[in-house]
């Protein structure tokens, strides 16, 4: 079985989060949501409501088959997943050029930990490669619709934050 790891803060969960999930479920056989509470960040959601929206909004707002993803918090090295779920692929989205060097760095600073993880580069589709937490949230709390951009039940979460 091949599993991928994809990690991130998802603070919320977007369509282009989603899209990435989709492509990766279509190389993988399994995909590790890894969701983090990195201390150098402030989040706008605790890291366990992050989990519960990440496995609210895949498996009952859209549905995805449980057995091909499991959704997990994680304060440790993405290697270290990677180890412990015989995981040999890191996926990293991508939304545009700027995300690159950073994302670029990350995956050279991996490779030297681990020369056995190789890390894939994914983009969302067109639509959604626009779309970023930050932007949603502040969509969300000058009240503006964020229905194109993230799941019913992030919706529902982001208003009763607001």
Do not use: W
Request: net charge positive; proline share 1%; glycine share 4%.
């Amino acid at each position: 079985m091949k599993t991928a790891i994809y990690p991130g803060t998802f603070d919320p969960m977007t369509y282009g989060h989603i899209d990435v999930i989709k492509k990766s479920l279509k190389i993988f056989d399994r995909v590790i949501i890894a969701t983090t509470d990195n201390t150098d960040k402030n989040y706008f959601f605790s890291i366990d409501e992050r989990v519960d929206i990440i496995n609210h909004s895949l498996f009952k707002d859209l549905r995805f088959n449980r057995n091909k993803i499991k959704v997990i918090s994680f304060d440790n090295l993405t290697i270290d997943l990677c180890k412990k779920y015989k995981a040999s692929v890191i996926i990293r989205g991508l939304r545009a050029v700027s995300d690159f060097e950073y994302e670029f760095q990350l995956a050279g600073m991996n490779k030297k930990l681990n020369s056995n993880i190789e890390t894939m580069f994914l983009m969302s589709d067109v639509e959604n490669q626009i779309i970023s937490s930050k932007f949603v949230k502040e969509i969300a709390y000058l009240g503006g619709n964020i229905d194109r951009f993230v799941t019913k039940y992030v919706i529902k979460k982001l208003k009763s934050k607001y």
